[in-house]
């Protein structure tokens, strides 16, 4: 089967997470997802870990992340690297828009 190397922006569906938080899946196969995530003001993505290897870049926006022990005020520009297994979250202070990039890709995102 020969991999797909195009994914149009309105092929993608824009999935409602929760309140105040949206996911667009955009170019993925089995071992890399990239997706866009959306956020309202005072949203809060809440404490979680999973296998997967995950890089967050914020397009727009101001969060804090926590990470591990750590916590994290970043705006655009600024990246997170989160290594598998470890716990974080986010809470959103300025509505804003994150590219994440996850290893292998997210099953339960597609």
Do not use: W
Request: hydrophobic share 40%.
């Amino acid at each position: 089967m020969k991999p797909k190397n195009y994914f149009p922006a309105d092929e993608n569906e824009l999935v409602n997470v929760q309140a105040g938080l949206t996911r667009k899946v955009a170019a993925y196969n089995d071992n890399v997802m990239c997706a866009e995530v959306r956020f309202e003001a005072g949203t809060v993505a809440a404490l979680h870990s999973h296998r997967h290897e995950q890089i967050t870049y914020v397009i727009s926006g101001k969060f804090e992340f926590k990470v591990g022990e750590e916590t994290y005020v970043v705006s655009a520009g600024d990246s997170l690297y989160k290594q598998p297994d470890i716990v974080h979250g986010a809470t959103c202070l300025e509505a804003g828009t994150l590219l994440d990039i996850f290893t292998p890709h997210r099953e339960d995102f597609v």
